[in-house]
T-cell receptor, first 117, second 113 residues
Framework: GAVVSQHPSWVICKSGTSVKIECRSL??????MFWYRQFPKQSLMLMAT?????????EQGVEKDKFLINHASLTLSTLTVTSAHPEDSSFYIC?????????????FGSGTRLTVV | QKEVEQNSGPLSVPEGAIASLNCTYS??????FFWYRQYSGKSPELIMF????GDKEDGRFTAQLNKASQYVSLLIRDSQPSDSATYLC?????????????FGAGTILRVKS
């Protein structure tokens, strides 16, 4: 149980275009999902907290107009990288909390490798 | 800014030995602590979590938490080459940050056969 599916697993796009990444909780409802970014040989950096039915909460330094998050249902959150540039190339990972109890472990999606050329 | 600190390593241990991974955190109000394993190019996978002082064992893994010292560790017994990965310590501070996880930089573990 507690499976998070993320698509696509990798994507190459041209500079200036937009890319949408989907994160789905397959066997549980996730009122909250989290989006992380990881550059090579670095740790995960939280970008934003996605809340079902309301606006996402962005971490300091993350451009909300560039990284659009939509959490329209209890099982789906999307991250859209708008007007992507080579510096946006990174590994993007979503995670969800499969339960209301605070001490449950977070389940991660398989990640999306974005390369902007 | 709250911090989670780990030695980046690499930590090298021979096959069959005990690997000891350490993590310190900067706030006494922290609630839950997680250990994740991440293979190169893959997303993290949860090994275990702990929220009470003391030890928690799961198979070859033991998590140890000392809130007074703000210290959490992970012991891997009978280390195998397949354990070679980056181990991420993560802390959740509910009081100020809701349910967000904050990760350490990770420790690279190499198990040599």
């Amino acid at each position: 149980g507690a499976v998070v599916s993320q698509h696509p697993s990798w994507v190459i796009c041209k500079s200036g275009t937009s890319v949408k990444i989907e994160c789905r909780s397959l066997d549980f409802q996730a009122t909250t999902m989290f989006w992380y970014r990881q550059f090579p040989k670095q740790s995960l950096m939280l970008m934003a907290t996605s809340n079902e039915g309301s606006k996402a909460t962005y971490e300091q330094g993350v451009e909300k107009d560039k990284f659009l998050i939509n959490h329209a249902s209890l099982t789906l959150s999307t991250l859209t990288v708008t007007s992507a540039h080579p510096e946006d190339s990174s590994f993007y990972i979503c995670s969800a909390l499969p339960g209301a109890r605070a001490n449950y472990g977070y389940t991660f999606g398989s990640g999306t490798r974005l390369t902007v050329v | 800014q709250k911090e989670v600190e780990q030695n980046s390593g690499p930590l090298s241990v021979p096959e069959g030995a005990i690997a000891s991974l350490n993590c310190t955190y900067s706030d006494r109000g922290s609630q839950s602590f997680f250990w994740y394993r991440q293979y190169s190019g893959k997303s993290p996978e949860l090994i275990m979590f702990i929220y009470s002082n003391g030890d928690k064992e799961d198979g070859r893994f033991t998590a140890q938490l000392n809130k007074a010292s703000q210290y959490v560790s992970l012991l891997i017994r009978d280390s195998q080459p397949s354990d070679s990965a980056t181990y991420l310590c993560a802390v959740k501070w509910v009081q100020e940050y809701g349910n967000k996880l904050v990760f350490g930089a990770g420790t690279i573990l190499r198990v040599k056969s």
